[in-house]
């Protein structure tokens, strides 16, 4: 039962490298999202889509974009990677987007990126 | 924008009960979730409360919302190690029809 699968789970970059984070979910989810976890921070919304064909930008986009490839997969890409993007970058994928309906956001296990 | 705070640490005995406390600012407020992040993993849903209701309990969790009040807490009954975790309180209103606002997370560790 694999829910929300992210990779890759940790990565190294230097500044100015591009890289995809990956995220694929198998609950047949309408909904899908990409955060950042920064210590004492929570999480905050980057971007989501709330359904297959369309993505729409959350609290901190600038420097991200987002390819809603199909149902399932949702990945997340930094063009030229900045230091100030190191942290933790969580996947979630939901039935229906809130509030419309009580299903919540399942959460893959994250991805771990540190910019040199 | 909308606001979600929590204490940032909570330290208790095992066995004790625990309550993590979460104040929000959006009063078109629909949904309040508690997460539980273990260290290294994602964030697991412990329960969620819809605005109409003042209490939930599932098993060793009760939930209590204060709409007029805007707060919300989580009680752990009989507090074991294996409850030591950051807990989020994250809310969704109509404000924000399609995400989340999480609060910074609250430490709790049990201590033997």
């Known amino acids: 039962n694999a829910g929300v699968t992210q990779t890759p789970k940790f990565q190294v970059l230097k500044t100015g490298q591009s890289m995809t984070l990956q995220c694929a979910q198998d609950?047949?989810?309408?909904?899908m999202y990409w955060y950042r976890q920064d210590p004492g921070m929570g999480l905050r919304l980057i971007y989501y889509?709330?359904?297959?064909?369309?993505?729409d930008k959350g609290e901190v986009p600038n420097g991200y974009n987002v390819s809603r490839l199909n149902k399932r997969e949702f990945s997340l890409r930094l063009e030229s990677a900045a230091p100030s993007q190191t942290s933790v970058y969580f996947c979630?994928?939901?039935?229906?987007?809130?509030?419309?309906?009580?299903?919540?956001?399942?959460f893959g296990d994250g991805t771990r990126l540190s910019i040199l | 924008g909308e606001d979600v705070e929590q204490s940032l640490f909570l330290s208790v005995r095992e066995g004790d009960s625990s309550v993590i406390n979460c104040t929000y600012t959006?009063?078109?407020?629909?949904?309040l979730y508690w997460y539980k992040q273990e260290p290294g993993a994602g964030l697991q849903l412990l329960t969620y409360?819809?605005?109409?209701?003042d209490m939930k309990q599932d098993q060793r969790l009760t939930v209590l919302l204060n709409k007029k009040d805007k707060h919300l807490s989580l009680r752990i009954a009989d507090t074991q190690t294996g409850d030591s975790a950051i807990y989020f309180c994250?809310?969704?209103?109509?404000?924000?029809?399609?995400?989340?606002?999480f609060g910074s997370g609250t430490q709790l560790t049990v201590l033997p």
């Open positions: 979630a994928s939901s039935e229906a987007p809130a509030p419309y309906s009580n299903q919540p956001q399942h």
């Open positions: 609950m047949n989810h309408n909904s």
């Open positions: 889509s709330a359904s297959e064909g369309t993505t």
């Open positions: 959006d009063s078109s407020s629909t949904y």
């Open positions: 409360i819809f605005s109409n209701m």
């Open positions: 994250a809310e969704s209103g109509l404000g924000s029809a399609r995400q989340l606002t």
